[in-house]
């Protein structure tokens, strides 16, 4: 069983950028597609990105496509987002989560999840 921590939520203004990391103990963090999500108020929680247990292939949702970039150090057992050019609409609670079966979208693909972080982007 995979523990997830995500840091390096904030509040930033419309243009800047962030970098969410998520921390992973308790697994074996290469056996695990990652997956970021986001979860705004009153709205369900949407998928971000994913990466490969490799880390050689990722998906990234339309919305963010070009602004945002998912990465992962296995030797470090960690996953990072890259955010560039922030925009109010990508306030969320955002979410990382480790499959152990499945490379996919959606939130039933993934077995573990961490408590979140909140990023809030002012315009």
Not at 30 to 45: D, L
Not at 75 to 102: F, G, H
Request: contains cysteine; positive net charge; hydrophobic residues 35%.
């Amino acid at each position: 069983q995979v523990q997830l921590v995500e840091s390096g939520g904030g509040l930033v203004q419309a243009g800047d950028s962030l970098r969410l990391s998520c921390a992973a103990s308790g697994g074996t963090f290469s056996s695990y597609a990652i997956g970021w999500f986001r979860q705004a108020p009153g709205k369900e929680r949407s998928f971000v990105a994913v990466i490969s247990r490799s880390g050689v292939v990722s998906t990234h949702a339309d919305s963010v496509k070009g602004r945002f970039t998912i990465s992962r150090d296995n030797a470090k057992n960690t996953a990072s987002l890259q955010m560039n050019s922030l925009r109010p609409e990508d306030t969320a609670v955002y979410y990382c989560a480790a499959a152990n079966m499945y490379y996919g979208t959606r939130v039933g693909n993934y077995d573990y999840w961490g408590q979140g972080t909140q990023v809030t982007v002012s315009s």
